[in-house]
């Protein structure tokens, strides 16, 4: 049987169908979570994909964080369950504290859209597992508040830790600290990424094929798990 | 009733380019001189009866957990009576 990807969509969700797409493309079975369900329906790991979920009211992911379905989320992740956050599902994994710093208006005040080149600096984690260390990928991303910010001190100890997981290369699109493009806990089960990988897994639609390999990373961990 | 203002300011290490965005626009509009514009947010939460003790406390976490992000921003809670 095929792992069971859960896919939350909260109100102002985007992108919750492409990763479900991206999940079956990867071999895996996207399940449907709902916000307002505090019931993870057995998956064996969770995305919170990309959109505007509550408008970005408040602050980006600030009202999602206190969603019924975080709670076991939340509880879930501590107890080692890979999860990926896309995007504001990044922002809003910063605001439940399971990952560090925040993510705040782009320098340029514009909203990106472009396919952006990262390498990946963590091969370790859930979600990475399937690609070479120093690899560069391209994948597009598109955000208004993907300016990647914390304290000296995180910064200093995610780069001495290993955790940030993918940087900008060629262009720092949003002004984020230390060109940070996606960072983990230091478990490695929780991934938060800017850019989106759901959006390049076929020739017809994306820049590459690149944004498979998060998927298929998640698969080979919890198989091998 | 009792009127708890909340002030949320980005903190002054944090870039802030909706305010340099506003102070581009007053320079434009002829006012010179201008340094540094910040932006923020300001809640106005008016509460049935008295505020203090628990309730108090309760309102503080609340700006520190929902109002603001601590990682990026600072709050002020101040309480107003008679709203």
Not at chain 1, 134 to 160: H, M, R, S, W, Y
Request: glycine share 12%; with cysteine.
């Amino acid at each position: 049987m095929s792992p069971r990807i859960g896919v939350v969509t909260f109100p102002g969700t985007l992108d919750d169908g492409d990763a479900a797409r991206a999940v079956r493309f990867a071999g895996g079975e996207p399940v449907a979570l709902w916000h307002g369900d505090a019931d993870l329906k057995s998956v064996d790991a969770v995305i919170l994909p990309g959109g505007f979920s509550y408008g970005d009211y408040l602050r980006c992911g600030a009202i999602s964080r206190f969603a019924p379905v975080m709670t076991p989320v939340i509880t879930a992740a501590g107890a080692g369950m890979p999860v990926l956050g896309i995007c504001n599902g990044f922002q809003i994994l910063c605001e439940s504290h399971l990952l560090p710093g925040a993510l705040t208006r782009n320098q340029s005040m514009h909203f990106i859209c472009r396919d952006q080149r990262l390498r990946i600096e963590n091969t370790s984690t859930a979600w990475t597992n399937g690609f070479a260390h120093g690899q560069e990928i391209v994948i597009p991303l598109k955000n208004g508040e993907g300016n990647f910010n914390a304290d000296t001190a995180t910064l200093d100890e995610l780069e001495a830790e290993g955790r940030v997981i993918a940087r900008y290369v060629d262009v720092n699109p949003n002004g984020s600290q230390r060109d940070i493009a996606g960072i983990t806990n230091a478990r490695g089960n929780v991934v938060g990424l800017m850019p989106h990988p759901e959006h390049a897994i076929e020739d017809l639609t994306g820049p590459s094929l690149d944004g498979l390999v998060f998927f298929s990373s998640v698969l080979n961990a919890l198989v091998g798990a | 009733m009792a009127r708890v203002v909340v002030d949320v300011m980005l903190k002054p290490e944090i870039l802030d380019p909706q305010g340099r965005a506003v102070q581009g626009a007053l320079g434009r509009l002829g006012l010179t001189g201008v340094a540094d514009v910040r932006q923020g947010k300001q809640f106005i939460i008016t509460m049935d009866g008295d505020v203090a003790g628990e309730r108090l406390e309760q309102l503080h976490a609340l700006a520190a957990e929902l109002l603001s992000n601590p990682v990026i921003e600072n709050y002020v809670l101040r309480v107003e009576a008679d709203a």
